[in-house]
């Protein structure tokens, strides 16, 4: 049963509660005898369902911040290349941002069809080895809006998990939207029979962002996620003309830097901000391969081999090698 | 419709969203720019923070941590002046640590925000402006169902100028739609950068992406703001940006952008 049913009333204390049945907020509920038996505690087939699905993926990697428009699903679009540019790996790359999926147009996939076959959806790839799932792909047009409540959301993590045919991947990378809420518990309640490798957690320097990203921090200690380490996002700007560096984000107080030494987190990488990462997310090429010479296609490739080391040297519980 | 249907929001003559598809565009920092601007023009203005997870109105005006009390008439906000023109509500007062991640799935998102709606005695004010996470989810349907009672006058959508910023803002703009919310205008922040040492500008977050998705869906353009690292050192340091530097471009930009809203709302 989902943890919040669409019948429950308006304070359900979740059906995995310990309260769950007994409080009073359930009298009157149609799932109240349900609850109170424990039968609604079970956990979800679903989450076996994807372990057994997941076995063949070998390292699964989140992208997290607290704050939105950092640079997640830039992060994420770009890592997933600079993984694959090794023809060797099979990478997978899964967008859970419902509402606001970026992940099609910054791969150059807009417009893309998702097709089902008899073992389940097939995801679309942007090249032999490195394959792409977003519900950008089940809409129809760019101006639909998928105006969901936390329960349908979770329910298509649930189905994105369960039903694309992945195939043997080495590794998948999951960008998720900004918070710490339903998208966020749904990925790490069903991954948790399958195991998450770790997350990246990604801020700009300022403290506006800082004082989001530490509660996201937080949050994968709750879970019990291990934080692979931090990435300063748009640190810095040079001007074209000038060479000179403006703090258009400024470390008011003290960046990642200062955040990653009070809470003994690696910090992966600064990348500086380059107006050619945002023209090549919008035409939905890798600016990588663009611009590899540019310190922040450099600065990445750093933080891709730190993340590359990390995997290498973790396995999650279900992980043969 | 009597007051007293209308409950704690009464006395508040117009109700805005700030709104975008797309995080980290400038929401909270428009809201907090339109806010002031308007309280500089003499209004009574709130601000209702409706993002959970990641408030940041409470740090922009340097309203600290107080308690929130209780009155008879409901939850007293938090003024951000000792003249009581600008009231806040926000999750960021309720948290004993700051650092705590508040970790909720969508129907206790909706709870609360439906006490912030209804329960928090907003007094007389001349604008509540209501600044929202990215998205269009629980937040947004809870804000809107629970201002049903009252009137939304509409709703200011915030854009950077490129594509996978826009791409997300079209389907904002269907919500509204859906919802019969009015779109008083679509805002380009972080419009180009203009190096203080040479002054050449830079397209930093590409251009002109705003102006074209106000044109593609028929709705106004309200402006544009440039990326100013002395706007983003204010409101680091919740200071006050319009005050302290009335001569700046940016200032005259948000000033454009807050009297294209007053008129429309008085017309």
């Known amino acids: 049963m989902a943890d919040v049913p669409n019948d429950a009333p308006e304070h359900c204390p979740g059906t995995s509660s310990d309260q769950a049945g007994k409080s009073s907020a359930c009298q009157g509920c149609p799932n109240q005898n349900i609850c109170a038996s424990g039968a609604a505690k079970a956990p979800d087939p679903a989450i076996e369902e994807i372990r057994q699905k997941l076995t063949s993926v070998k390292h699964k990697i989140l992208v997290l911040s607290g704050k939105g428009g950092v640079g997640k699903s830039t992060f994420s679009a770009h890592l997933s290349h600079a993984l694959a540019s090794d023809d060797s790996k099979e990478i997978a790359l899964l967008d859970v941002d419902i509402c606001g999926p970026s992940i099609p147009k910054i791969m150059g996939l807009e417009g893309e069809q998702v097709h089902q076959s008899g073992s389940g959806w097939s995801p679309v790839y942007v090249e032999d080895n490195l394959a792409v799932m977003s519900i950008g792909f089940l809409l129809s047009s760019p101006d639909d809006a998928v105006i969901w409540r936390g329960p349908k959301k979770n329910g298509m993590i649930k189905q994105f998990l369960r039903d694309v045919d992945w195939g043997e991947v080495d590794y998948l990378i999951v960008d998720t939207p900004p918070g710490t809420s339903d998208e966020h518990l749904s990925i790490v309640q069903y991954l948790s029979g399958a195991g998450i490798d770790g997350a990246v957690i990604i801020t700009t320097p300022q403290e506006v962002s800082l004082q989001d990203v530490r509660k996201e921090i937080r949050f994968c200690k709750k879970v019990k996620i291990p934080v692979i380490g931090v990435i300063e996002n748009m640190s810095g700007f040079v001007c074209p003309k000038c060479k000179n560096t403006s703090q258009i984000f400024p470390p008011t107080t003290g960046g990642a830097q200062r955040m990653c030494e009070e809470l003994n987190l690696p910090l992966l990488g600064r990348v500086p901000l380059d107006p050619r990462i945002g023209r090549s997310c919008d035409e939905g090429r890798s600016f990588l391969t663009e611009v590899p010479d540019s310190p922040a296609a450099v600065a990445y490739q750093n933080i891709v081999q730190k993340i590359r080391d990390y995997s290498s040297s973790h396995s999650t519980p279900d992980d043969p090698c | ?267």
């Open chain 2, 1 to 267: 419709m009597d007051s007293s249907e209308k409950g704690s929001l009464a006395q508040v003559k117009h109700v805005v969203l700030v709104l975008s598809g797309k995080g980290g565009v400038g929401k909270s920092t428009i809201t907090t720019e339109l806010a002031l601007a308007l309280v500089h023009a003499g209004k009574k203005v709130g601000i209702l923070d409706v993002d959970l997870c990641g408030p940041s109105i409470p740090r922009m005006l340097s309203v600290g941590k107080p308690e929130v009390h209780q009155c008879d008439a409901g939850w007293v906000p938090v003024y951000a002046d000792p003249q009581q023109k600008l009231a806040i509500m926000s999750i960021g007062f309720l948290l004993e640590d700051s650092d705590e991640a508040v970790i909720w799935r969508g129907p206790k998102k909706t709870a609360l925000i439906g006490q912030f709606v209804s329960d928090v005695a907003w007094g007389e004010l001349d604008i509540l402006l209501v600044d929202t996470p990215p998205g269009t989810s629980d937040e947004h349907l809870a804000v809107l169902e629970n201002l049903r009672k009252h009137r939304v006058d509409g709703a200011v959508l915030v854009t950077t100028p490129q594509a996978v910023s826009t791409g997300d803002v079209r389907r904002e703009i269907t919500f509204c739609k859906k919802t019969a919310v009015k779109i008083l205008g679509i805002v380009e922040n972080m419009s180009g950068f203009v190096c203080p040492h040479c002054s050449e500008c830079s397209n930093v977050f590409s251009k002109g992406g705003g102006e074209e998705l106000a044109k593609l869906t028929g709705s106004v353009f309200l402006g544009s703001v440039p990326l100013d690292p002395l706007l983003t050192a204010t409101l680091e340091e919740g200071r006050d940006f319009l005050q302290a530097f009335p001569e700046s471009s940016t200032y005259t930009a948000i000033s454009q952008i807050v009297n294209t809203v007053l008129s429309s709302l008085d017309a």
